[in-house]
């Protein structure tokens, strides 16, 4: 791979605070990448752009709730003004809430599709407004979903709420949406989707610390997303799923 193709191009990271997109955030600096890092809490990643400053790339640390549409929309002005443009856009931030259909609140139900499904379907389609306008017909949409999101879990091996499940379910069939609907523009722009299986992170540690098993670490996935965006221009990855070995879902 070129090594222009990381150093010429900006990526936005929504859930750049922690987990696999903090992972994310550093390989893409240490390889000279200009990354805008967006989470609601900014301690995060203005303290991880600190810790990176010395790399050959750049973090922006943003503030910005993805229930929030006005948040976004100041986050893509942002870009506009101070960047240019996005040439990446990887979909990452998640939340899950521990509730059944019997036991859950509706309010509940709101705040995980609000984050995982239409706060990412605004902060899209803002990318794609911006790219439209810069130009841009060779970007990239990538999709952070999860296992769950292609096959529901007949028996699960981790903490999942039916809401989770059913945002990423949407998320696949948005995914294939996109991806037919630039195809039929004869838009360049790739969709990929990374779909893992059990991951180490802030959501899964204190499950795990009770239910130790085999799981992912970040980096792990991490690596599948750098493997996945530095195809040729005219190969496109639609679909990565990626778990530990031994997993049964």
């Known amino acids: 791979m070129d090594p ?5 191009k900006v990526a936005l990271v929504t859930g750049a605070n922690s987990g696999i997109g903090k992972c994310l955030v550093e390989c893409l600096v240490g390889k000279g990448m200009k990354v805008v890092g967006i989470a609601r809490r900014i301690d995060k990643i203005k303290a991880l752009a600190e810790e990176l400053k010395n790399k050959p790339g750049k973090l922006f640390p943003l503030q910005c709730d993805l229930a929030n549409e006005g948040d976004i929309q100041r986050v893509l002005e942002w ?7 996005v040439d990446i856009l990887i979909n990452n931030a998640a939340i899950n809430i521990d509730l059944t259909m019997q036991t859950g609140e509706m309010e509940d139900w709101k705040k995980i599709f609000d984050v995982n499904l239409l706060g990412l379907i605004c902060i899209t389609k803002e990318c794609l407004k911006l790219m439209k306008k810069k130009g841009i017909n060779n970007g990239i949409i990538m999709n952070i979903n999860d296992i769950c999101g292609l096959k529901i879990p007949i028996t699960c091996d981790r903490p999942m709420s039916p809401a989770y499940i059913s945002s990423k379910f949407a998320l696949t069939a948005l995914t294939e949406c996109l991806r037919s609907e630039l195809a039929q ?3 360049n722009i790739k969709v990929i989707s990374i779909s893992p299986g059990l991951v180490e992170t802030e959501m899964t540690a204190q499950w795990l610390k009770e239910n130790p098993r085999l799981a992912l670490k970040p980096k792990d996935v991490s690596d599948c997303i750098l493997f996945a965006l530095q195809t040729p221009e005219t190969v496109l990855i639609k679909e990565l799923v990626v778990t530990p070995i031994r997993e049964s879902m």
């Not at 222009?4 to 010429?8: A, G, I, N, V």
């Not at 870009?79 to 443009?85: E, P, Q, R, S, T």
């Open 79 to 85: 870009i506009d003004k101070n960047m240019g443009c």
């Open 185 to 187: 523009l004869e838009s």
């Open 4 to 8: 222009e193709f990381w150093t010429e």
